[in-house]
């Protein structure tokens, strides 16, 4: 059994954490590959060491002053390392660092330093080899992940060891060596490439949550934690804004059907949320999470006998298509057909877009509604089950919750309902109780 653990910076963020991290990773003697983020917050007030980096390059190589901010850099680590008692230092890395950032090395490597140090750090803890990413993770010059010679150079790599850290959110150009990073939170994205090239057993992902919530805490007071997911429910509710994960940290491991543990430092007991490719296990709930967004709107467009005349979709979304405006959904009835759009990306070119829309279609009326919002009620329980939709209608409409939209893809995973902006809150409240509360 092998597995990668990756911990993420709330894991990280001071020595105590690290006791935690230690702790969970000798609990299991299949914790063999260990992903570091840089030390995060300590607390609410404070600052990410991934941020300080930005800012202290910002600052170095501009000829601002820096010191400061590099200090607070080199106190975080030094913190950490008189924690754990070890015997390292680091004043030879850090001069290094302030040599480069002086000369404007590029921001992509001040940012990666965070993880950079703290492999080091994590792996004279636990007594690991210390890999540095920047020699088995590859970018293009453009700075695209390199799946393929990144997966040939790991796998070789990991061959030689039995253990090991390599730090997170980073690698390089490929035969070029400068150092690129994958977006914000991309430590995730190192962890499901190492477990792909090791074929690992598991890709355990440690936060500072116990997995993903069936629906937002800030709207449902102890939301239930989803126990089993699959990688297309997930994209369903990410797709909605429940992000606990990076995106592109799916592929690598969806590919090899590898499953994701989601797990909590602070509370190693819990079992998280796993996530799979497809599953027998029956869900918990019919539903297995509610997610939604503000800030749509709407475009209705009615034209007599629409549903005979060919091309008109097609005429209809080149509009869109010539403002580069995304649609989300397009729901239509026989005379009607309607576009759901983000409402900041549209408000700009709405004119032009009905202007367009009478060109191209010659419609009886286009009409604008704005300030909706999506919910997005997903559950592979929910398929070839009966009475899902009518349930949850009955219980918006206790709630006085009036919908706007309705769409359900084909595949039953999902029911996306529009509301009002005001009314968003409630509805969540309403979908949940009738999902999840009456059926506990
Ligand atoms: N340290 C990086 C960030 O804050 C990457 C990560 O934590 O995954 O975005």
Partial sequence: MKKVVKFGGSSLANARQFKKVGEIIRADKSRKYVIPSAPGKRNGKDTK????????????????????????????????????????????????????????????????????????????????????????????????????????????????????????????????????????????????IVARAIHADLYENWTDVSGFLVADPRIVENPAVIETITYKELRELAYMGASVLHEDAIFPVRSEGIPINIRNTNKPEDKGTLIVESTCRKPRFLVTGIAGKKGFCVVNIEKAMMNSEIGFGRKVLAVFEKYGISFEHMPSGVDTMSIVLHQSEFEDYEQSVVAGIHRAVSPDSVELESDLALIAVVGRGMKANRGIAGRLFAALGHARVNVKMIDQGSSELNIIVGVKNEDFETAIRAIYDIFINTEV
């Fill in 49 to 192: 060491v991934t941020d300080l980096l930005y800012q202290c390059y910002d600052a170095a190589s501009t000829g601002a002053s820096y010191k400061k901010i590099l200090n607070q850099i080199k106190e975080r680590y030094d913190d950490i390392i008189d924690g754990l008692k070890l015997n390292l230092n680091l004043d030879h890395e850090f001069a290094t660092i302030e040599e480069n950032f002086v000369k404007g090395i590029g921001r992509d490597y001040a940012a990666s330093r965070g993880e950079y140090l703290n492999g080091i750090v994590m792996a004279e803890y636990l007594g690991f080899p210390f890999i540095d990413a920047a020699e088995v993770i590859f970018f293009d010059e453009e700075g695209n992940f390199l799946a393929k010679e990144t997966n040939e150079e790991l796998s070789e790599r990991l061959k030689t060891v039995d253990t090991a850290v390599i730090p997170g959110f980073y690698g390089s150009v490929y035969h070029n060596g400068m150092v690129r990073t994958f977006s914000r939170g991309g430590s995730d994205i190192t962890g499901s």
